[in-house]
């Protein structure tokens, strides 16, 4: 594809349940990060993968999140037994190489509200 | 491990120049300046690299000082398009963890 996409664009759920939020990176960049960005604050460093393994996932808040590359391409964070607190933008950004070395490119992001 | 960016917000007048400024308390290998509308995704503005250089494209600038382990972002002549929050972003020498800075909130008016 043209650009990052990230899928669903907002995500309605209700305490307590299970979430997927999809990554397509842009085809032949091998990192993808994830960040969480909450209002008026800058993205917050998720999970960072290089190929098909997590080379860094220290930034994931605790073992409700997971995150998944199969074939080092889409990704898919999951979330268990939301909380309120989960509520907030997820963006995902892909590059060529290793993102401290080159443009990071984003996508539109999903928006998550738990009820 | 967040940088911290200064000023917080700032308010310009068309045609008036800004600087933002990112410091890390951690040693860096690469600064990157990114732009971010209400609403929308942040916009790769450009990236620096260890070794002090600066950056310019049209009236956007930037400086990477390693030792200072710190950057600005220099505007010049904005235009209202300049509008929108600015983020640092940094890796450290490992590459692995990426951190945006805390923000700053530029505003240009005519």
């Known amino acids: ?115 | 491990q967040q940088p911290v960016q200064s000023p917080q917000a700032v308010i310009l007048r068309e045609g008036e120049d800004a600087v933002i400024n990112c410091s890390s308390s951690k040693a860096l290998y690469s600064v990157h300046w990114y732009r971010q509308k209400h609403g929308e995704a942040p916009v790769f503005l450009m990236i620096l690299l260890k070794g002090g250089e600066q950056k310019g494209h049209d009236k956007i600038s930037a400086s990477f000082n390693e030792k200072k382990q710190q950057s600005s972002l220099y505007l010049t002549a904005s235009q209202l398009s300049y509008s929108g929050t600015y983020f640092c972003g940094t890796a450290t020498n490992t590459g692995n963890q990426f951190y945006f800075g805390t923000g700053t909130s530029l505003t240009v008016i005519p």
């Open chain 1, 1 to 115: 594809g043209a650009g990052v996409s990230q899928t669903p664009s907002n995500k309605v759920t209700e305490k307590g349940k299970y979430v997927e939020l999809r990554c397509d990176p842009i085809s032949g960049h091998t990192a993808l990060y994830w960040y969480r960005q909450s209002l008026g604050q800058g993205p917050e460093f998720l999970i960072y993968f290089q190929g098909t393994g997590a080379a860094d996932d220290s930034g994931l808040p605790n073992d409700r999140f997971f995150a998944v590359r199969p074939e080092g391409s889409v990704s898919t964070l999951k979330i268990q037994r939301t909380e309120r607190g989960d509520s907030a933008v997820y963006l995902c950004a892909s590059s060529l190489q290793a993102g401290g070395l080159d443009i990071q490119y984003f996508g539109a992001g999903t928006r998550l509200s738990v009820l």
